[in-house]
């Protein structure tokens, strides 16, 4: 069993930093395709970003490509989420996500999921 637990969430103010981190356990971490995804009040959830160990590949949303960066560490079993300049419509409940399937993650419906960590950027 996969379990997932992220931390770093808060409240910024625009053009702020954050970075979120998720630490893995339960099975081996380069084996799946991490992924970081968002729910904004009202609205579904949604793919931000994915990053795949083999081949190293990531992939962003159109929304944040140049402001996010997604990253993975394997001797820690954590993959982080680097955001910059922050806007408002970043703010969301973000969850870490892992599959085996690529696809998956893509969809926004991986496997496993951690409990989320909130972020909320003012304006």
């Known amino acids: 069993q996969v379990q997932l637990v992220e931390s770093g969430g808060g409240l910024v103010q625009a053009g702020d930093s954050l970075r979120l981190s998720c630490t893995v356990s339960?099975?081996?971490?380069?084996?799946?395709?991490m992924g970081w995804f968002r729910q904004a009040p009202g609205k579904g959830r949604e793919f931000v970003a994915r990053?795949?160990?083999?081949?190293?590949?990531?992939r962003y949303t159109d929304s944040v490509k140049g402001r996010f960066t997604i990253s993975g560490d394997n001797a820690k079993n954590m993959v982080t989420l680097q955001m910059n300049s922050l806007k408002p419509e970043d703010t969301a409940l973000y969850y870490c996500?892992?599959?085996?399937?690529?696809?998956?993650?893509?969809?926004?419906?991986?496997?496993?999921w951690g409990q989320g960590t909130q972020v909320t950027v003012s304006s």
């Open positions: 990053f795949r160990w083999r081949p190293n590949i990531t």
């Open positions: 996500g892992a599959d085996l399937d690529y696809r998956l993650v893509d969809a926004a419906a991986p496997a496993y």
């Open positions: 339960g099975d081996i971490f380069s084996n799946y395709v």
